[in-house]
């Protein structure tokens, strides 16, 4: 697990004794994480209003996101199979000239001022993302749903090649020679046998019903549990000889020899393996373009809500340090305790919540997180399977 706390203080008198203070409680006597400054540019304020309602639609807009950039991660993990183990290989962010892993890109956060004009409000920057993300989930509907309906046509015929002799297509196991055909009289049939039953099925077959063809049956086919026999008999004792073969566990197979229809099968078979084969490419190389940008606008979303939420907080002029922290597992509590202590006097609401277990109107703290200080936390274990 990969998790990272993105914290803002307000600025002493400069913002780089803000970082210092944090640093020296956080690293130098007990190495409770390692840290990062996280670079926000000078977005533009606007009406204290508009943070209000926008600090509202933020949260929204990052748990969208958010499950976007994970179902972007599943359905690779999915495409790619048995090769899962490459999945995080795949998942990097495309930071404009370098490609980077995700840890690396967030720990070096840079605002793409390309793809997200900092001269725009703070909404039609949301917007933008908004509608990027929203086209990312939409592709990805239209995309696996076309993917996925190929895959499962393609199993649910590998699927009837395989298995036990009384369910699997005969279709490449027998052959015309095995067969009566154009007779009007006679038929062959298929019965699946235990490996058991060799022996009672060669006593018995012959006299199962009258009009049996001496000597006719021959093994076709075994598995591991039974054999595939053929045996041919008059038509007019077809009902009888199921009849009596079903007392005696043997299991006849439905089946018509149709060449066209197996040749149809076949090359049904091979068109789909070949479809899926030319649509694995682009789809992997999609699913990567698409992770990179939809992970990219997340972290976008949460340097916005740090500046939206710094700003309702500590007021204006802006004047806070947006840090990143990656606590060491061992010592979360510890160090949640220490970020307590650095920032309870911003907060006497807070204050009381640490110090005490008082019950404050309107605040439950079981549905959420509340410090005195901004935060935010970064979860990269983005797939629900360890790889």
Not at 8 to 13: F, I, L, N
Not at 90 to 110: C, E, K, S
Not at 185 to 205: C, E, H, M, R
Not at 210 to 232: A, C, I, K, N, Q
Request: aromatic letters at 10%.
């Amino acid at each position: 697990m990969t998790e990272f706390w993105l914290i803002s203080a307000p600025g002493d008198k400069t913002c780089q004794q803000t970082w210092d203070k944090m640093m020296a409680a956080t690293t130098r006597t007990n190495n409770l994480s390692t840290n990062h400054k996280f670079n926000i540019p000078d977005l533009k304020v606007g009406t204290l209003d508009v943070l209000v309602g926008l600090s509202d639609e933020l949260a929204k807009l990052d748990s969208f996101v958010e499950g976007v950039v994970k179902k972007v991660a599943q359905y690779m993990a999915d495409v790619l199979e048995d090769s899962r183990d490459k999945v995080q290989e795949n998942l990097l962010a495309n930071g404009g000239t370098y490609i980077f892993d995700l840890v690396t890109y967030i720990t070096r956060f840079q605002w793409d001022m390309a793809k997200y004009p900092i001269k725009q409000s703070l909404k039609n920057i949301s917007e933008i993302i908004s509608k990027q993300v929203t086209q990312i989930d939409n592709d990805l509907k239209t995309r696996a749903s076309a993917y996925n309906n190929l895959k499962g046509n393609l199993q649910n015929l590998e699927r009837k090649n395989a298995g036990s002799l009384l369910t699997r297509s005969l279709a490449d196991i027998v052959k015309k020679d095995d067969f009566v055909l154009d007779s009007e009289y006679l038929i062959t049939l298929l019965v699946v046998v235990p490996k058991t039953g060799y022996s009672d099925w060669q006593k018995a077959y012959e006299t199962l019903a009258e009009m049996v063809v001496p000597r006719s049956s021959h093994l076709l086919f075994e598995d591991s549990d039974s054999g595939l026999f053929s045996v041919t008999l008059f038509r007019k004792a077809i009902d009888d000889f199921k009849h009596k073969a079903r007392e005696n566990k043997f299991t006849v197979r439905d089946f018509q020899y149709n060449e066209e229809e197996m040749k149809a099968d076949k090359e049904e078979m091979t068109r789909l393996s070949t479809d899926k084969k030319k649509q694995f490419g682009p789809l992997v190389r999609w699913l990567k373009v698409n992770f990179s940008e939809a992970f990219i606008a997340w972290i976008h979303i949460k340097a916005l809500r740090v500046f939206v939420e710094s700003v309702l907080r500590y007021g204006l002029p802006v004047n806070f340090q947006a840090m990143l922290l990656q606590p060491n597992k061992k010592t979360m509590k510890k160090l949640r305790e220490v970020l307590n202590d650095l920032y309870k006097h911003l907060d006497s609401s807070a204050a009381a919540i640490i110090d005490s277990a008082m019950d404050i109107p309107g605040l439950n703290l079981s549905q959420q997180e509340y410090y005195p200080y901004v935060y935010y936390k970064i979860d990269c274990n983005l797939l629900d399977f360890k790889v």
